[in-house]
T-cell receptor, first 111, second 119 residues
Framework: KQEVTQIPAALSVPEGENLVLNCSFTDSAIYNLQWFRQDPGKGLTSLLLIQSSQREQTSGRLNASLDKSSGRSTLYIAASQPGDSATYLCAAYSGNTPLVFGKGTRLSVIA | GAVVSQHPSWVICKSGTSVKIECRSLDFQATTMFWYRQFPKQSLMLMATSNEGSKATYEQGVEKDKFLINHASLTLSTLTVTSAHPEDSSFYIC???????????????FGPGTRLTVL
């Protein structure tokens, strides 16, 4: 059974810092891994999706990497801004099964 | 990009009444739709998976008679919370799956969520 873990659970950084959010999964037989952002009381916004054959995906200041063999993914946020404050969730998809979510990392970027 | 809508975005109801939440994929046909609930400061908990034209598959601990799911078309799924009680108050989120180019691949797109408050 797939299990997804995110570390740290919460993170507070000053504006402008580069930061890394970590995600690990126990079953490396995944089709893809997605990173989402969730603002308080809101739904999920998909940030990046990495296919199992890919090693990273980039969108603006965000870069997500995937290492299937070690069961790890990271989300790198460059030059963080207060508007980046949110909960970041990663989720693994293993084919014909629902997404398995981590519990998320609550990010606070202090101006 | 693919868009998923939910209606209503929030609802307040009295205990004992039933509430229906709609989930629509607006610009693609969803092979599968998923329903999640989320309690404050918790991650999403999958409630059920529904495929168009067949019965939903419920996760362990989720009462199928209380949370009725209908997936009548490839673009619409509904969740009905029957005889709602205050403990059913939560944030309900749906997602719609779209097949990718790679066999077996599937990307999920999430609706904005519905906040249910049962008085």
């Amino acid at each position: 059974k797939q299990e997804v873990t995110q570390i740290p659970a919460a993170l507070s950084v000053p504006e402008g810092e580069n930061l890394v959010l970590n995600c690990s999964f126990t079953d490396s037989a995944i089709y893809n891994l997605q990173w989402f952002r969730q603002d308080p009381g809101k739904g999920l916004t998909s940030l990046l999706l990495i296919q199992s054959s890919q090693r990273e995906q980039t969108s603006g200041r965000l870069n997500a990497s995937l290492d299937k063999s070690s069961g790890r993914s990271t989300l790198y946020i460059a030059a963080s801004q207060p508007g980046d404050s949110a909960t970041y969730l990663c989720a693994a998809y293993s084919g014909n099964t629902p997404l398995v979510f981590g519990k998320g990392t609550r990010l606070s970027v202090i101006a | 990009g693919a868009v998923v809508s939910q209606h209503p975005s929030w609802v307040i109801c009295k205990s004992g009444t039933s509430v229906k939440i709609e989930c629509r994929s607006l610009d693609f046909q969803a092979t599968t739709m998923f329903w999640y609930r989320q309690f404050p400061k918790q991650s999403l908990m999958l409630m059920a998976t529904s495929n168009e034209g067949s019965k939903a598959t419920y996760e362990q601990g989720v009462e199928k008679d209380k949370f009725l799911i209908n997936h009548a078309s490839l673009t619409l799924s509904t969740l009905t919370v029957t005889s709602a009680h205050p403990e059913d108050s939560s944030f309900y989120i749906c997602s719609a799956g779209r097949r990718g180019a790679v066999l077996g691949d599937n990307e999920q797109f999430f609706g904005p969520g519905t906040r249910l408050t049962v008085l």
